[in-house]
Structures are given as structure tokens and as C-alpha cells.
């Protein structure tokens, strides 16, 4: 599915933060990248989606110009990935990114910092970051989610217009989490654009203004939040029924799973309607009932099973 938004179709005349045109990139036999078109708007927040092996990583290795693609052509904001990165337009948090041991966390920004025409002031990059507390920690007394961190200072040092981003809270607790999104929605604010890969898909669910989903190394779905969710289809319906049975439930129109625990009930239907009418017929006594659409936990199973192939 591809939609499309004012602000996608105004970056297509006024120039995309990112154009990926008929992307493919090989390994040997396996094919990472399938042919990919893909335009970010600037100012867009798009959250990159799938499972392991989908060609997430290559498509932002792509971006940033630490791989090439095999056919296919890669622009940022107009220019080639070598030229961006050189221009400090694009600023990456990459989950793998080595730290120095042995330098401070200020030192490493400053570090990154001298090495860009126009940077942002270092204390103002740790201060987005949420560790002016840890300029003068060195590299290896870092925890997991404090180097995650530290990762986002250096990334945000080059002032960038691109913000790319590998599982960035991953190792970060509850509260960091959430102080880390904080920042995020702050450079947003300024026009910036970002791209992100997460597992935590609540976070695209609720920062993302756009999904991209991959599958084999193809994009599955392209849409806002609610635009994926409803490629998925069906909603799941709740209820307390008295008496109920497993194969009764199973035996309901249109339902296409379900989990009954101690009379309460989860069904997930392709059409709720048929399968509620049918439940009630069945059941007249069925009582707290609830019909959610599904969530995009729900649509990205759904649209990345290898039985959607």
C-alpha cells in the first residue's frame, strides 16, 4: 500500500529528505533489498518495521552511504549519501556504534563535533540528550541505556536535517524511555526529519507519523498508523460468556482465532457483526463485551507472515 499526504506530495516538487528509487541489494544468494521505492518528505517521523531479515538494516546502510546498492539510486535532500554525511545533514544513532573507552562522553561529542562545518554547541547536544550529568563519565563505566545515550548526543552534534536511528531505547528503562521520546519530539518540532527502527512497536504506534513495513526485502505496507492497521483487517471481540465451549466459539462465523479462558473470551473476526449476532443468538447471557480493531501488533503480524507471500 502506498498513500499518499500533502506534505509527501510537496517533497516530491520541493525536494525529499530521502528518494530511494528502485533499490536492490544482493548478498550472495539472498536478495536484502527487492526493489524499494520510497520518498520522506522533509519533516516527516517514519518508523521502519519488520522482522529479522527484512532489509531494514540494508536500506539504512544504503542511506547513510555505508553500502551500495546493486541497482537503484539513493538521494538525501537532493544529494548522494556520501555528500549528505560530508555536509553533516545526517546524523546516526546506530545500535552497534562503537564508544571509546577511554574518553569521556564529552569528549567523544566534542570529538564528532570538530569534525562538522556547523555543529551544534556540545553542552546543547548532551543537554538533548539528558546527560549533561555524564560529560566527564569515560565510555566503558557507561550502562546500556546510558551508551544508548551517549550514541544520541554524537548523533545529534552535526545539527542534522536527517536523523537515522537503530533501535534507539533499546537497553533503556521505562523512564529513559519515555524522557528519550520527549527529546525526540522536541528536534521534530523544528521541522527536522527522522527515520527510526524499533521493536518496541508502541513507539511507532505512538511517535510515528508515518510506518513503513518491510517484508523479504520489499515494503508491505506504507501508511499512516491507522492506514496499516486497517490493511490488516478484522477486529478482536471480548466478552464474558457463561457456558461457552471451544468448539462453539471456533464454530462462530467468521472467526479466524480465539483464546477462552474460564468463560471469558478473545476472538479475533473478519467481521465482528456476523460473529457478535451469531454469539448472542448462542449466548443471550454474554455480557461485558468490548470490539477493538486491531492493533499494529496485530497488523504487523499479520502483514509480515511468510504466508502473505
Not at 265 to 281: E, G, Q, Y
Not at 294 to 308: D, I, K, P, R
Amino acid at each position: 500500500m502506498n498513500t499518499s499526504s500533502p506534505v509527501r506530495d510537496a517533497a516530491v516538487t520541493a525536494g525529499a529528505a530521502v528518494r530511494l528509487t528502485g533499490l536492490r541489494k544482493s548478498y550472495g544468494e539472498v536478495r536484502a533489498v527487492d526493489g524499494i521505492d520510497l520518498t520522506i518528505a522533509p519533516g516527516e517521523v517514519v518508523a521502519l518495521l519488520g522482522p529479522n531479515g527484512a532489509g531494514k538494516s540494508t536500506t539504512v546502510d544504503m542511506i547513510l552511504g555505508l553500502s551500495k546498492p546493486d541497482t537503484g539510486d539513493v538521494t538525501v535532500f537532493g544529494s548522494s549519501p556520501a555528500e549528505a554525511v560530508k555536509a553533516g545533514s545526517i546524523g546516526a544513532m546506530l545500535q552497534g556504534g562503537a564508544l571509546l573507552d577511554d574518553a569521556t562522553v564529552g569528549e567523544m561529542v566534542t570529538m564528532v563535533a570538530s569534525l562538522h562545518r556547523n555543529p551544534m554547541p556540545v553542552r546543547e547536544a548532551l543537554s538533548r540528550a539528558g546527560i549533561e550529568d555524564l560529560a566527564n563519565r569515560r565510555g566503558n563505566k557507561l550502562s546500556g541505556g546510558q551508551k544508548q545515550r551517549a550514541r544520541f548526543a554524537v548523533a545529534l552534534v552535526s545539527d542534522p536535517d536527517l536523523l537515522l536511528l537503530d533501535e534507539p531505547t533499546a537497553a533503556m528503562d521505562v523512564a529513559s524511555r519515555r524522557e528519550f521520546w520527549r527529546s525526540m519530539q522536541a528536534f521534530t518540532d523544528s521541522g527536522r526529519t527522522v527515520m527510526f527502527a524499533t521493536h518496541y512497536l508502541e513507539e511507532a504506534e505512538e511517535f510515528a507519523d508515518r510506518v513503513v513495513l518491510m517484508r523479504s526485502g520489499r515494503i508491505v505496507a506504507d501508511g499512516s498508523v491507522a492506514q496499516v492497521r486497517a490493511l490488516a483487517g478484522g477486529r478482536t471481540l471480548r466478552a464474558v460468556v457463561p457456558g461457552a465451549t471451544g468448539d462453539a466459539i471456533a464454530n462462530l462465523p467468521c472467526v479466524t482465532e480465539f483464546r477462552l479462558r474460564g468463560g471469558q473470551i478473545a476472538v479475533s473476526s473478519s467481521d465482528s457483526d456476523k460473529t457478535l449476532r451469531a454469539l448472542l443468538t448462542a449466548y443471550p447471557d454474554a455480557h461485558d463485551i468490548e470490539i477493538t480493531a486491531v492493533g499494529l501488533e496485530g497488523a504487523f503480524l499479520t502483514l509480515t507472515s511468510e504466508e502473505q507471500e
